[in-house]
């Protein structure tokens, strides 16, 4: 289980949901959403906008355990990398800014 999957299912569990509960929030599969909780996948960012709003929490969240760790800001850049198509001139400035705070 990585740091994302642990704290999926903290939230779950804080929530009292299980993990066919968040994937049907989710229009996900059962199947998905066990892959990403035990690390076998990892979510996109709009998925993991999705999870987030799902147990109503933010979606930074999910990296405020280990925000230093090398591997979170590995999961950070491929996940821009896989939408950054999706982003606008103004949202590509915005993230540069929050993440160089």
Do not use: W
């Not at 569990?13 to 199947?31: G, P, R, W």
């Amino acid at each position: 289980m990585n740091d994302i999957g642990r704290t999926i299912n903290r939230y779950l569990e804080l929530n009292n949901m299980s993990q066919k509960d968040l994937a049907d929030k989710c229009h996900l599969t059962a199947v998905t959403v066990n892959r990403y909780i035990s690390g076998l996948r990892t979510p996109k960012a709009s998925t993991l906008e999705k999870i987030a709003k799902a147990l109503d929490v933010p979606v930074s969240t999910f990296y405020e355990d280990n925000p230093k760790d090398i591997n979170v800001y590995r999961l950070i850049s491929d996940m821009i990398k896989i939408n950054a198509h999706n982003f606008t001139s103004e949202q590509k400035f915005a993230l540069i800014c929050e993440l160089t705070k």
